[in-house]
């Protein structure tokens, strides 16, 4: 059996992290797609929009719990595709707990253009009741793109940027997976 990987797909909201994650875990023989979405939704008091400055202590927890989660299930002989919005700013608290495993790691940043990044999100937010406090702070806010700004210009890490713009979710999984195929993308 291979070593399991952790792939982390991140963009800003809007990217199709979470599209192209579930496709590309379901290329590994053992794989689980961590959505790190779901940890924001499990916050019933005190949750504060994760694009606000205010909740960087809640957005360090948070990621913090998602990097343990992935390391235990790497461990357990999982491959683990990480869905979430792990900017170069935070990553460190993710690849902390992997490198303490000795956990390979793989870093793709989806970046579509501002405008396909918008629709996505508008889309989305319509359909989303089970994230309902993330859906109810987009409809509120405009954080979209502040994040996507965030994402723009990654200096070191621009390496790792894939321009999905004109892909689908499976021509961006395909993308992805042959970018971790010919390990470009490992940190």
């Known amino acids: 059996m291979e070593r399991p990987v952790v792939l982390i797909i991140t963009g800003p909201p809007g990217a199709g992290k979470t599209a ?26 005190g949750f504060v929009p994760p694009w606000r400055p205010e909740a960087d202590p809640q957005n360090r ?13 790497a461990t357990g002989g999982y491959h683990v595709v990480i869905d979430g919005i792990v900017g170069p700013w935070y990553l460190g608290l993710v690849t ?20 396909v990044t918008r629709g996505r999100v ?24 502040r994040m996507w700004g965030e994402f723009s210009d990654l200096g ?17 999984a395909a993308l992805v997976w042959a970018r971790y195929c010919e390990d470009t993308h490992r940190l």
Do not use: M
């Open 20 to 45: 192209a994650a579930g496709l590309v875990a379901q290329r590994f023989d053992r794989a689980v797609c961590l959505e790190s979405d779901w940890f924001w939704t499990t916050i019933v008091k």
């Open 122 to 145: 508008g889309a989305r937010v319509a359909r989303e009741a089970r994230k309902s406090l993330l859906a109810s702070a987009f409809r509120n806010e405009d954080p979209v793109a």
């Open 96 to 115: 902390g707990p992997l490198a303490r495993h000795d956990i390979a790691t793989h870093y793709v940043v989806l970046r579509p253009d501002l405008e």
């Open 156 to 172: 070191e890490f621009e390496r790792h940027v894939i321009d999905n713009t004109d892909l689908d979710a499976p021509a961006t």
């Open 61 to 73: 927890a948070v990621l913090t719990a998602v990097a343990e989660a992935a390391a235990a299930l």
